[in-house]
Structures are given as C-alpha cells and as structure tokens.
C-alpha cells in the first residue's frame, strides 16, 4: 500500500514570509508524527497527534511554529514568519497507534531553506 | 541536552566484514531502542527494536546489543554488504508515548 508522502518535496522561501507543509499518513493511522533534521544533526521531536489531538505540543521550538490534523488524516505543520534557523528537512510520521512497539513509517521529507 | 549520542560520525567497512555501530544514551527513563536506516532523499526506515528487559535482539544480519548498566547499544551488521552503506540513526523512547529521540547518526560505508 501507498506509504507516507509529503509535500512540498522542497521548499525554498524568503525570511519572514509563512510556510505550510503537508503530511498524508498511511491510512488507517491513528498516530502521527512531526520531526525536524537540520543539518549534521539527529531527527529532533517537533509534536505528534493522536487523532486529531495533540496532547504534547511541548517539542515545538517557537510559537511561530503550529501544527493541525484533520480527522485521522492529513496534517499541515506551518511556520509563520519564517527565520533561516528554520531551515532542515521535516519529517512526518505515522504508526498505527501510539504503542511504543509500534513502528513509526516515516515519509521523504519537506526540505525548507529560508534566504 | 544531547540524550542520545553517536560519537563516531562516520565509519568505513569491507564488503563481509562486520560492522559495529554504537550508541550512548543518559535518559534512565528510556526502555525501547530502535535503530532506522537512512538514504539519501529519503526518510528514514526502521531496521531492528530492543526492549529494556532484553539485552540482545536478532534478525538475520542485523543484531542489536543492550547494556542497560552502561546505557550503551550496538547494532552489528554481518555480513556487511555494499547495500548497508547509508545512515544509521540510533532513537529510544521512554515514558512520553510516541516521542523517539535520535542519535545524530553514523554514515556506514561498505567498500566492495
């Protein structure tokens, strides 16, 4: 079956202009998952979603930074007023639930580069 | 607050060889380790899981080592194959449901 996408694949932007990323996880997924990598660094936590809710939005690094999903389905992370210490790559992920044995696919990324 | 280290940015490997990749971690609350692959333009692909009761988890060439009194996992890979050259993060979850916390990642390079 189809895995998780996201989109834009790239993303290049001018600072202080807004962004919004789009993530589809693989359906029937009740958990999903932000991240973001920036350069030379490890995959760092952003927020997850159980449904539609999100119980933790504590990884968020600014309130710049907010994150919706609608049903058990499709989730858009935007970045408001963007900063050059936004640029990575943000990964989304989903997993079945929020089981800790459950795997957590993950899809190709959103690279973000803020001139 | 760097809770999961991989100090060896790198590591380059013959084709049939073993490769040892290590991890450290300082987060006593963590009790679930996952190892994910990764190529390039792409996301990363979950490789091997240990619990925190086990010390050693086994899947055809891939095994993970758990030192709990260390804080310390290893993933050896043996047989190496030129297919295994990617990036190798190591992640551990603890008590916050959902949340993986990753390594900075090892590049894996198998020389034919």
């Known amino acids: 079956g189809a895995g998780v996408s996201q989109s834009p694949s790239n993303k290049v932007t001018e600072k202080g202009k807004d962004v919004e990323l789009r993530c589809d996880p693989i359906s029937g997924h009740t958990a999903l998952y932000w991240y973001r990598q920036r350069l030379g660094q490890g995959l760092e936590f952003l927020i997850y979603f159980q449904g539609n809710s999100a119980p933790d939005k504590s990884g968020l690094p600014s309130d710049r930074f907010s994150a919706e999903r609608t049903g058990e389905s499709v989730s858009t992370l935007t970045i408001q007023r963007t900063q050059q210490e936004d640029s990575a790559v943000y990964l989304c992920a989903s997993s079945p639930t929020l089981v800790s044995t459950d795997t957590q696919y993950f899809g190709p990324g959103t690279r973000l580069t803020v001139l | 607050d760097q809770q999961v280290k991989q100090n060896s940015p790198s590591l380059s490997v013959q084709e049939g060889r073993i490769s040892i990749l290590n991890c450290d971690y300082t987060n006593s609350m963590f009790d679930y380790f996952l190892w994910y692959k990764k190529y390039p333009a792409e996301g990363p692909t979950f490789l091997i899981s240990i619990s925190s009761i086990k010390d050693k988890n086994e899947d055809g060439r891939f095994t993970v080592f758990l030192n709990k009194s260390a804080k310390h996992l290893s993933l050896h890979i043996v047989p190496s194959q030129p297919g295994d050259s990617a990036v190798y993060f190591c992640?551990?979850?603890?008590?916050?449901?959902?949340?993986?916390?990753f390594g900075q990642g090892t590049i894996l390079t198998v020389h034919p």
């Open positions: 992640a551990a979850m603890g008590t916050s449901y959902g949340k993986l916390t």
